[in-house]
């Protein structure tokens, strides 16, 4: 069999990895055409071997919608033990393989929320500078493509509370998160303990936007306590000079409540109203469970974060 680089379309003994390969870039892209780009063949050559595909497995696979190529159940139902394969057959390809973060050049990915730009991300980058200086870090948003982009290899890692991932996914507990208040250390209406009765008559500013704002959302409704909001926010970001410089009330995690409470003149004070805690943690695809740069990536946080908390 004669044996080059690339996999002759025209070989009528196509080795099943690449047909394994197209499989799951089907089913990520739902594209012809990204599928053939990214393998580096024609649509033509793609085509094939998706008939191919439709032979060896005796069903459709993909139907052609205006969302582009969707899979059919038998498609959903394969797609899991496929990429385990295509895992497995990766691990075997780089057996020995390891990562060395002083003369790495690689970008690393991480999702994470914006109270972690300001709590987890100036301690990871201090890290990351002393021990791999060549390393570049790319930081997103979480989001509702944060599984995808996981699964696809286009993220490395999330932090922070990413509710909804499915099968395929790893997860490790880094620290538990309560619920805390934020005020003006010289609050005229607060003393030293923040009570029910204060968190009803006061106003407040809340952050709309984040998987934890829609926790302390559901516990308020259920205990029937509305906030006074006078103002909103998407994010963390400028809530320290607000709430130091205001006599509004910020309920908040309390990792980024301690946080702001040392940068800025302002007193903490547990939450009067009970809200159900979380644990912050990181969380990656099953694809990259063993390749080495994820591995190190994720002992870093490890070791800098877990069950540290706000420190």
Same mark, same amino acid.
């Given at each position: 069999?004669?044996?080059?680089?690339?996999?002759?379309?025209?070989?009528?003994?196509?080795?099943?990895?690449?047909?394994?390969?197209?499989?799951?870039?089907?089913?990520?892209?739902?594209?012809?055409?990204?599928?053939?780009?990214?393998?580096?063949?024609?649509?033509?050559?793609?085509?094939?071997?998706?008939?191919?595909?439709?032979?060896?497995?005796?069903?459709?696979?993909?139907?052609?919608?205006?969302?582009?190529? !969707?899979?059919?159940?038998?498609?959903?139902?394969?797609?899991?033990?496929?990429?385990?394969?295509?895992?497995?057959?990766?691990?075997?390809?780089?057996?020995? +393989?390891?990562?060395?973060?002083?003369?790495?050049?690689?970008?690393?990915?991480?999702?994470?929320?914006?109270?972690?730009?300001?709590?987890?991300?100036?301690?990871?980058?201090?890290?990351?500078?002393?021990?791999?200086?060549?390393?570049?870090?790319?930081?997103?948003?979480?989001?509702?493509?944060?599984?995808?982009?996981?699964?696809?290899?286009?993220?490395?890692?999330?932090?922070?509370?990413?509710?909804?991932?499915?099968?395929?996914?790893?997860? !490790?507990?880094?620290?538990?998160?309560?619920?805390?208040?934020?005020?003006?250390?010289?609050?005229?209406?607060?003393?030293?303990?923040?009570?029910?009765?204060?968190?009803?008559?006061?106003?407040?500013?809340?952050?709309? +936007?984040?998987?934890?704002?829609?926790?302390?959302?559901?516990?308020?409704?259920? !205990?029937?306590?509305?906030?006074?909001?006078?103002?909103?926010?998407?994010?963390?970001?400028?809530?320290?000079?607000?709430?130091?410089?205001?006599?509004?009330?910020?309920?908040?995690?309390?990792?980024?409540?301690?946080?702001?409470?040392?940068?800025?003149?302002?007193?903490?004070?547990?939450?009067?109203?009970?809200?159900?805690?979380?644990?912050?943690?990181?969380?990656?695809?099953?694809?990259?469970?063993?390749?080495?740069?994820?591995?190190?990536?994720?002992?870093?946080?490890?070791?800098?974060?877990?069950?540290?908390?706000?420190?």
């Amino acid at each position: 069999m004669r044996r080059t680089n690339s996999v002759d379309a025209a070989d009528p003994q196509l080795p099943d990895v690449h047909l394994l390969r197209l499989f799951d870039l089907l089913y990520s892209t739902h594209s012809v055409t990204r599928a053939a780009e990214q393998l580096g063949l024609s649509q033509p050559t793609v085509s094939i071997w998706l008939g191919k595909l439709r032979q060896k497995l005796h069903d459709p696979l993909f139907v052609r919608t205006p969302a582009g190529m !969707q899979p059919t159940p038998h498609a959903d139902a394969l797609i899991v033990p496929a990429r385990e394969a295509l895992e497995a057959l990766r691990r075997l390809s780089v057996k020995g +393989a390891v990562f060395e973060p002083s003369s790495s050049t690689r970008r690393f990915r991480i999702c994470m929320t914006d109270a972690s730009h300001i709590t987890l991300l100036p301690r990871l980058l201090a890290h990351m500078r002393a021990l791999a200086p060549g390393v570049t870090l790319e930081v997103a948003r979480i989001g509702d493509d944060t599984a995808h982009a996981l699964q696809a290899g286009e993220a490395d890692i999330a932090l922070g509370l990413v509710p909804g991932l499915e099968a395929g996914f790893y997860q !490790q507990t880094l620290y538990p998160q309560d619920w805390v208040c934020l005020v003006n250390a010289n609050h005229a209406r607060i003393g030293k303990t923040l009570t029910l009765r204060h968190y009803k008559a006061e106003a407040h500013v809340g952050i709309v +936007a984040g998987t934890g704002a829609q926790l302390l959302a559901d516990a308020l409704e259920r !205990q029937g306590v509305q906030r006074r909001i006078v103002l909103e926010l998407p994010g963390f970001l400028g809530l320290g000079a607000i709430v130091s410089t205001t006599d509004l009330v910020a309920t908040l995690p309390r990792h980024i409540g301690q946080t702001l409470a040392d940068i800025s003149a302002m007193a903490l004070h547990r939450c009067p109203v009970p809200v159900p805690p979380f644990d912050v943690k990181q969380h990656w695809h099953a694809r990259y469970h063993h390749e080495p740069g994820n591995r190190w990536l994720r002992g870093v946080v490890a070791a800098l974060f877990m069950r540290s908390g706000s420190r």
